[in-house]
């Protein structure tokens, strides 16, 4: 599998199941041999890749893959939707991308992912980013109603477009919505929303359902066992409760807890500055 070389290069590797998953390379400066390189992994579970101003962060840095999750975006179908799927499935890219020792930098979802990838994998991982993530215990109470309170300006056409068939007009606009209370001002976040509202690909339910059975022994022994560096990175503003992720890092050997002031739940679009920084530490302290 060669390198893409450009942030709009779509490239697809073949896993040992027969599914493909696209993939997007951007090659690092040749600043350090021995730096690792990065594997962005998206959310959801369900959506596709939507991290290229993430690894825009990093590009005098390393290396960075990303790529859609089987049965996302671009990637090929798949009734195959575990996490043990999707750990096989980040391991054989870490291969097929030619490296020893990666940096794993999971979003939200995406951080479940990749912490569930780093305690099964300890040799495979330089260092961790967790940015995002739900954490452990009861978050959803608090977000839902954190979220329902974001929403409010749009309730009443939310409820109207809620579980329903929709156009793509409107699917478009179902997300904008949705995602806005993922923002630190969702009125802005109405706006910041529609580029990946606009995306092409349908959202995989089958594949959020699936993907979400998870329980909270699983991340704490993925956490435990996980033997790098891990940098538990949250939004001041994210709906989803940064006290279940400290609960956490409280499993973790080496966590470091950061915070991105006035951001949500995607804090590099917010606070760009602020996560180039944590993201340029993760990796400049990541085993070699």
């Known amino acids: 599998m060669s390198s893409a070389g450009s942030l709009r290069v779509v490239e697809f590797v073949e896993l040992t199941d027969g599914a493909q998953l696209a993939t997007w390379t951007v090659p690092g400066p040749e600043l350090d041999a021995n730096r690792p390189a990065v594997i962005l992994v998206h959310g959801g579970p369900g959506l596709w890749d939507y991290l290229e101003p993430l690894g825009a962060l990093l590009a005098d840095l ?41 940096v794993v930098l999971g979003h939200s979802f995406g951080a479940t992912l990749a912490l569930a990838y780093a305690g099964t994998h300890p040799d495979r991982v330089a260092g961790l980013g967790y940015l995002d993530g739900t954490g452990i215990g009861d978050w959803r109470t608090a977000s839902r109603a954190e979220a329902a309170r974001r929403r409010a300006p749009w309730a009443e056409r939310f409820a109207a477009l809620d579980g329903r068939e929709r156009t793509r007009a409107e699917e478009t606009e179902w997300r904008r919505i949705q995602w806005a209370s993922d923002y630190a001002d969702p009125v802005a976040g109405y706006d910041l929303a529609r580029g990946m509202a606009e995306a092409p690909h349908q959202i995989n339910h089958a594949a959020n359902r699936s993907l979400m059975a998870f329980g909270d022994a699983d991340q704490i022994a993925w ?66």
Not at 63 to 76: I, W
Not at 229 to 257: Q, S
Not at 276 to 286: F, G, K, N, P
């Open 62 to 102: 390393s290396t960075v893959h990303r790529y859609d999750q089987r049965g996302c975006g671009r990637s090929s179908a798949s009734e195959e939707l575990t996490m043990e799927r999707f750990v096989a499935d980040l391991e054989e890219l870490r291969i097929a991308f030619g490296h020893e020792r990666v």
């Open 223 to 288: 956490a435990a066992a996980a033997r790098c560096a891990i940098a538990f990175v949250h939004g001041t503003a994210d709906p989803r409760p940064a006290e279940n992720v400290v609960a956490l890092a409280g499993y973790a050997h080496r966590p470091r807890k950061r915070i991105v002031s006035d951001a949500g739940h995607l804090p590099w679009v917010e606070q760009p500055e602020q996560v180039r920084e944590i993201l340029h530490e993760i990796v400049l302290t990541a085993q070699p």
